[in-house]
């Protein structure tokens, strides 16, 4: 199928693929970036996308939720006020603990934590609402797929629309001579596949635009740290990545237009 093709073409241009991390290395980059992980640069969008939700009646009081690839809670702790139960499934315990922390801060009682690589995850449990969000093993048919065996009413799927081509970070991997992209999660991919399986998917894009400005130097730090994950280091690595950061940047300061867009897929399962 051309499409597949197509798109595991694009998919394999993501840096962790191009780098050939393995996925020890990979989970261990989540989990040293569970402390510091936040919402980014999403601007408003994962309220949105909670509020979307709960306007269609995918998201109410008497609905369970399992949340793949859950991180710190972005979406898990969202849910929790408005279901009745969310199982949130991650494979960095250090995520999970953080989510767990931030639960017991709020006194949410409802949500339960899985530690479990979803390429691996077998059970039996189902939900209402099987959800995931950014998470890049669901970007591939079968692990796309393998949600509709843990929901009842609901497949929801996030994943980013926005074009990365000329952003700081795709411009440091040029400069590496790398050629990469993250454009191989683009939601048209598996909205195409779930559409020529026989599926019924709805597409909705949601979009912020936030002017974003840092400090040079901040940028430098930035992703000194984000290179240093896959073995770009010392000296040699931090010019390249200032060379390419002096680039972008005018009196001190990187600045962007900061357009974020996010693709969300709903679809029912078969037997639904």
Not at 181 to 200: C, I, K, V
């Amino acid at each position: 199928m051309d499409l597949v093709k197509e798109w595991m073409h694009m998919r394999e241009k993501h840096p962790f693929f191009g780098e050939g991390l393995s996925r020890e290395k990979i989970a261990d980059i989540w989990d040293r970036s569970a402390e510091t992980y936040t919402d980014g640069r999403m601007g408003g969008i994962p309220d949105m996308i909670v509020k979307h939700m709960a306007d269609r009646r995918i998201l109410r009081k008497d609905i369970s939720i399992m949340d793949i690839g859950c991180g710190p809670g972005t979406y898990g702790l969202r849910f929790s006020p408005l279901s009745e139960s969310v199982i949130c499934l991650d494979r960095s315990q250090s995520m999970l603990n953080r989510l767990m922390e931030r639960c017991g801060e709020c006194g949410m009682d409802n949500v339960s934590c899985v530690a479990a690589d979803w390429e691996d995850y077998s059970s039996d449990a189902r939900c209402g609402v099987a959800f995931s969000s950014l998470c890049p093993p669901l970007n591939c048919p079968e692990n796309l797929l393998k949600m509709e065996d843990h929901a009842v009413e609901w497949c929801v799927y996030a994943s980013s629309m926005t074009d990365d081509r000329g952003s700081v970070h795709m411009d440091i991997w040029k400069e590496f001579g790398r050629d990469y992209t993250f454009n191989g999660y683009n939601t048209e991919y598996p909205y195409r596949y779930l559409s020529f399986a026989g599926r019924d998917p709805e597409l909705t894009v949601f979009e912020v635009h936030e002017p974003f400005e840092q400090p040079a130097e901040e940028t430098v730090s930035f992703e000194t740290k984000k290179f240093s994950a896959y073995e770009f280091t010392g000296a040699e690595a931090e010019s390249v990545i200032r060379k390419v950061v002096e680039r972008h940047s005018k009196d001190g300061m990187v600045r962007f237009e900061g357009i974020k867009r996010i693709g969300l897929l709903k679809w029912r399962p078969p037997g639904s």
